[in-house]
């Protein structure tokens, strides 16, 4: 049976963000909560994030559309800060109309979205590639170097753009030019001709045409009628690109953009949900203090089956960081905890929760994004009793063992916020719900 969301109370206009490095499980509360709303929106990001989500027996992989397709009158809108890679979205929707998905009227992009085009997927590969040590694993879907051509200005190009064929044509004629300066010069790459890319891009603009829209003018049009909204934060907190462990972050604002990256200002909230692993895990590199680069960690990593969606490389895995955690609440103002993956912890004897860390011999609970500090963290841990019994069935939070339960109130505790969903399997009705009390702020 599916988890009965109205438990949670009037959610209102929900925000629904990721408190750790990604891949937290938000597309799971997503398709749970996407029942409910009249508009789900992503506002962030790139391809470069990916959920799946089961229902029945299905298994459908997103990464730019909102799994709010899947409900037939959720309005799914791609806003103006998402960075859209025409090819892998055309792709995608290809892939979920064969799944018997209808993609129709029902999903909107955003005319000032800008567009990762085929160079920038390349210059991420290369920049990496050029970087010995201190390599920041990107997803290589060419997010850093869209975001960075829409802060240039004069190298952007918006999703209206791939409309008007003059306008393409002059924009990607001077862009590849400077492109290839920089290509020959810093990597010794080939050069690419703009042509290809104008003809490649230009078609997929012209598939995309009946979606494209004002999605600002869209989502407040849908405010004043009293829609109910829900926003999709892609990638997490630690990876932001200024609260983040900087350099090891994304390009985008993924925990605190949502205002510029959809035109719908913060004060129109009413439910920030954060999601959170019951453990921590990364892809790429950059500091992790709690990582267990050990056969805690593998066992972890085999128990949650923790490989990229995007990527499919191992992710690395570790105790659950309560100062992290309780920094990334603070940061984007999370009002409940949605606690995913808590099945994966089972059958350890004893679990370690992070509440504290020693940097240079000084104690602090207080997170440090700086990756230089964030590297020397020692972290201090509390350790708290494990359970072996199985939470794959449960079908009620009474029948949590005793030691789940404590573990999830020293969560609660620690950061402030009260756990409000707790996700034990992959599955819909692999859920519960727990407590009372209201999860929205007004
Ligand atoms: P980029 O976003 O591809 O530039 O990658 C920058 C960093 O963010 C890398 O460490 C990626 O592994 C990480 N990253 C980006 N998006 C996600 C995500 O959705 N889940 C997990 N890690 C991500």
């Not at 104008?198 to 603009?205: A, E, I, K, P, T």
């Amino acid at each position: 049976m599916d988890p009965d969301i109205s438990l949670l109370g009037e959610l209102g206009n929900t925000s629904i963000v990721g408190l750790q490095w990604g891949d937290e499980g938000k597309g799971k509360i997503v398709d749970l909560l996407t029942g409910q709303f009249d508009y789900a929106i992503r506002w962030n990001g790139g391809s470069n994030a990916g959920h799946s989500v089961k229902v029945g027996d299905k298994k459908y992989a997103f990464h730019l559309i909102p799994s709010g397709i899947l409900r037939q009158n959720c309005v799914c809108v791609l806003a103006n800060g998402v960075v859209i890679d025409p090819i892998a979205l055309l792709s995608e929707m290809d892939q979920l109309a064969g799944q018997g998905v209808e993609i129709g009227a029902n999903l909107r992009i955003s005319s000032q979205a800008h567009v990762v085009l085929p160079y920038h997927k390349q210059q991420d590969q290369l920049s990496e590639d050029r970087l010995a040590a201190g390599k920041i694993g990107t997803t290589a879907r060419g997010i850093g170097p869209c975001y960075s051509d829409k802060a240039s200005r004069t190298g952007a190009v918006r999703m209206a753009d791939l409309l008007d064929d003059r306008r393409l044509a002059e924009k990607l004629q001077r862009i590849v030019d400077e492109k290839n300066a920089l290509f020959s010069a810093l990597y010794n790459a080939p050069p690419l001709n703009w042509k290809d890319i104008f003809q490649q891009v230009r078609d997929c603009g012209e598939q995309l045409r009946p979606h494209v829209c004002n999605t600002t003018a869209l989502l407040h049009q849908a405010l004043e009628k009293n829609k109910r909204l829900l926003f999709e934060g892609a990638n997490a907190v630690l990876l932001d690109l200024d609260h983040g462990t900087f350099p090891f972050v994304t390009s985008s604002n993924c925990g605190t953009g949502l205002a510029a990256g959809s035109g719908v200002p913060a004060t129109r909230l009413n439910t920030v949900l954060g999601v959170v692993k019951a453990y921590c895990s990364r892809v790429g590199g950059g500091p992790f203090p709690t990582e267990q680069d050990n056969e805690i960690g593998r066992k972890i990593r085999d128990r949650g089956r923790e490989f990229g969606t995007t990527t499919g490389r191992p992710r690395r895995c570790g105790w659950l960081d309560l100062v992290a955690l309780r920094y990334a609440a603070k940061v984007c103002g999370v009002t409940g905890l949605c606690v995913m993956l808590l099945d994966v912890l089972a059958t350890f004897d004893s679990l370690r929760i992070c509440t504290a860390y020693e940097i240079d011999g000084k104690r602090t609970q207080w997170f440090e994004p700086d990756a230089v500090d964030l590297a020397r963290a020692v972290p201090v841990y509390e350790e708290l009793p494990g359970w072996h019994d199985s939470l794959d069935n449960l079908e009620s939070a009474e029948d949590l063992p005793p030691q789940a339960r404590r573990y999830l109130d020293r969560i609660e505790s620690f950061v402030q916020v009260p756990v409000r969903v707790v996700s034990v399997g992959p599955a819909r009705h692999q859920t519960l719900i727990i407590g009372t009390g209201v999860v929205a702020m007004r």
